[in-house]
């Protein structure tokens, strides 16, 4: 594809990206204990009324998933390891995500803890992308 014959469409377009960084409690809490790599993990609440808030792959092909009951996620995958999330942790984390992206791309907006939006507009001539 010619850069120049896209010229028009290119400069009346915007391009935005959705970065969601994928199990980001879960990979945090393999950061802070390699003991948990490759291990169905659970992050969220052990009380009656918990809620699994992230989960590894290793357990959601028994068919957890986030926002479920713990004991639901616990009977469906019973050899899982559970640990309570860190807020600070992934807050810490967060940061230090949030600071490589604001430094890699021209615009950027934090959706949430582990989600961005990027205008990658303009980007492409700057990467000879197309
Ligand atoms: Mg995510």
Redesign the pocket.
Known sequence: MKRDSNMDWQDSKRFVSHL???T?FVSVERLKNSQFMGKPLIVGGLSDRGVVAACSYETRKFGVHSAMPMKLALRLCPHAIVVRGDSESYSYYSRLVTDIIAESVPVMEKASI??FYVDLTGVDSFFRMW
Request: aromatic share 16%.
């Open positions: 969601d960084l994928d980001f582990d989600e």
